[in-house]
């Protein structure tokens, strides 16, 4: 749970209660009612004072990086030869 201080052009500055800022990039906000539409200001998503649910993506030495994806169930080391998983195909690339 995060509280957002102050949103710029590039994301917002959120409140989650540590000693590191904790930033989410707009590139990582997602509209709770239509999660795959395009973002074009923060401000569509979040505003000064929102207190809402975010996921820790990344810590670096100087901040901690939010996201609003909801990561995936399982880690890519528990994915076995065999196993059935639910997903949607968001691409396809050649290799």
């Known amino acids: 749970m995060g509280k957002v201080l102050k949103t710029t052009l ?3 500055l959120v409140d989650i209660g540590s000693e590191k800022p904790a930033f989410i990039h707009i590139s990582q906000a997602v ?3 239509d999660p795959q539409k395009q973002i074009n200001s923060i401000e569509e998503v979040l ?3 929102d207190a809402l649910d975010f996921w820790v993506k990344r810590i670096r030495k100087d901040r901690i990086e939010l996201t609003m994806k909801e990561p995936l169930a ?3 080391r528990e994915i076995k030869p065999g196993m059935t998983v639910k997903g949607n195909v968001i691409r396809l690339e050649t290799f």
Do not use: F, H, P, V
């Open 31 to 33: 509209k709770a009612d």
């Open 47 to 49: 505003k000064k004072g």
């Open 10 to 12: 590039q994301g917002a």
């Open 74 to 76: 399982l880690e890519w």
